[in-house]
């Protein structure tokens, strides 16, 4: 199957700093790239969506300039959490889609745990 | 309004106690319904693509099934190793997530 792997995977910032998460495919070209942020218990919150080359696209509510996404290559995606808070404190996790197997499938990555001090 | 539903939302098991997970959807325009898998602390692994009522897929332990209005993940004789929570999501031209169901199977 189709392997993404993102890189953190647990990262401790102070309060104010900004934080950068890395999302790899690593066997396929991602022509779209998804953000979920998921909490303690809970389902996975889509944050926004990014095709190569263009600019994301932001669900209703999350902030644009505090997550910085981008979509640079078909197999990198970055998510940049600016100025971060304890309340930006999650779980993170990427999801990739493109042409290996059927395009609507999406694969995972392992998650990022952000704790925010 | 689309919606996709799971139940229950937890299920605990005796191993080896057969069982099925729903995932109800209210969605249009329907063009898959997938499972996955997630352990605590990690990202969901795929499962499962269905595209048209009436298909079925089946890997191992776990059977899906789709219906036009519902999904079902069928568990034989599962063993502790299934624990898990189980994830559905719809593809319309955006992609739902139910809210999982946790999987808790015991020796």
């Known amino acids: 199957g189709a392997v993404v792997s993102q890189h953190p995977s647990r990262v401790i910032c102070k309060s104010g700093t900004s934080v950068k998460i890395e999302c790899r495919s690593l066997d396929f070209q991602a022509t779209t790239m998804f953000w979920y942020r998921q909490f303690p218990k809970k389902s996975l919150m889509l944050m926004a969506t990014s095709n190569e080359g263009s600019k994301a696209t932001y669900e209703q509510g999350v902030e644009k300039d505090k997550f910085l996404i981008n979509h640079a290559s078909l197999t990198l995606s970055t998510l940049t959490v600016t100025s971060a808070h304890p309340e930006d404190s999650s779980f993170y996790i990427c999801?990739?889609?493109?042409?290996?197997?059927?395009?609507?499938?999406?694969?995972f990555g392992p998650g990022t745990r952000l704790t925010v001090t | 309004e689309d919606q996709v539903t799971q139940s229950p939302e937890a299920l605990r098991l005796q191993e080896g106690e057969s069982s099925s997970l729903n995932c109800s959807y209210t969605?249009?325009?329907?063009?898959?319904l997938f499972w996955y898998r997630q352990d605590p602390g990690k990202g969901p692994e795929f499962l499962f693509t269905l595209y048209s009522a009436g298909e079925e897929k089946e890997k191992e332990r776990l059977k899906a099934t789709l219906t036009k209005k519902e999904s079902f993940l069928h568990i034989t004789a599962p063993k502790p190793e299934d624990s898990a929570t189980y994830l559905c999501a719809v593809m319309t031209n955006q992609f739902y997530f139910g809210t999982g169901t946790s999987l808790t199977v015991i020796p």
């Open positions: 999801s990739a889609r493109g042409r290996a197997g059927n395009s609507y499938e999406q694969y």
């Open positions: 969605v249009s325009g329907l063009r898959g």
